[in-house]
């Protein structure tokens, strides 16, 4: 739940800064376009002060308002940004050659996660004959749901742990409190299907040449996978890792 912000907050830099990032994550979470009153009530901050802040991230394009309606919705600018981010991401770079032939090898679509805050993002996917007509290219989960994304949080801080678990369902808090270790320690970590239609999946860690984990490189498991084979998917994706950052570290 994000902070209520008071008076001395909204004029101070750092201040407005926290309160347009409240608003940016606020319209991501909510409906595509969302009225200023209940931005205002959400966020815990005034009318003026709400109104304010929107027509500033309006005029940069990071938020849009729709003519019609007066409502407010994400911007485009944010995808600009999001693509240069990416395009730095030098451990994408490493991946590409070798994502379409480990997709053959594994015959299942391929993925890479990072974990930003209490969620997994998909950076980049490969898609193999279980993705169906309906596409994800860039899916955002929360953490606990996918393969990657236990296997990332595990990894991560004690903090950015607690905020995955104040976000996850108790079932999966529970789970997720007993295999920390586990998960942090493994080789590779598995997330069965789930009740709402998340695949069968399997994830192993992308770790730099500082021992720092930066991402996780994940497969979808076919329907009916003995442990062998599931097993066999993730020294695949072991091996993959392994030369993507060697070539990392010859850059």
Not at 42 to 49: K, Q
Not at 197 to 220: E, F, K, M, N, R
Not at 245 to 250: E, I, K, Y
């Given at each position: 739940m994000t902070e209520p912000a008071d008076g001395r907050e909204s004029r101070g830099g750092l201040g407005t800064v926290r309160n347009a990032v409240t608003l940016l994550e606020l319209l991501a979470e909510g409906p595509a376009y969302q009225h200023l009153t209940d931005?205002?009530?959400?966020?815990?901050?005034?009318?003026?002060?709400?109104?304010?802040?929107?027509?500033?991230l309006v005029l940069a394009d990071l938020v849009e308002q729709d003519p019609r309606s007066s409502r407010y919705s994400l911007g485009p600018e944010l995808v600009r940004l999001a693509h240069r981010y990416l395009a730095r991401l030098p451990i994408l770079g490493a991946l590409g050659p070798y994502l379409a032939q480990l997709r053959q090898l594994v015959d299942a679509t391929i993925a890479v996660q990072?974990?930003?805050?209490?969620?997994?993002?998909?950076?980049?996917?490969?898609?193999?004959?279980?993705?169906?007509?309906?596409?994800?290219?860039?899916?955002?989960?929360?953490?606990?749901?996918?393969?990657?994304?236990?296997?990332?949080a595990a990894r991560?801080?004690?903090?950015?742990?607690?905020?995955?678990?104040?976000?996850?369902?108790?079932?999966d808090r529970s789970e997720a409190r007993a295999q920390r270790r586990e998960w942090a320690t493994a080789p590779w970590v598995r997330r069965p299907e789930t009740?709402?239609?998340?695949?069968?999946?399997?994830?192993?860690?992308?770790?730099?040449?500082?021992?720092?984990?930066?991402?996780?490189?994940?497969?979808?498991?076919?329907?009916?996978?003995?442990?062998?084979?599931?097993?066999?998917?993730a020294a695949h994706l072991s091996r993959t890792a392994a030369s993507a950052?060697?070539?990392?570290?010859?850059a």
């Open positions: 931005l205002a009530e959400r966020s815990g901050m005034s009318v003026p002060t709400v109104h304010r802040l929107l027509r500033s990072v974990l930003v805050r209490s969620s997994v993002v998909m950076i980049d996917r490969v898609d193999g004959p279980d993705s169906g007509l309906f596409r994800e290219p860039h899916a955002v989960r929360p953490a606990l749901d996918t393969a990657g994304g236990r296997l990332l991560a801080s004690d903090e950015v742990w607690a905020e995955v678990l104040e976000q996850a369902d108790p079932p009740a709402d239609g998340i695949p069968d999946q399997v994830a192993v860690p992308l770790v730099d040449a500082h021992g720092v984990t930066v991402a996780a490189l994940a497969s979808a498991v076919p329907p009916g996978a003995s442990e062998a084979a599931v097993g066999a998917i950052v060697r070539t990392l570290g010859h």
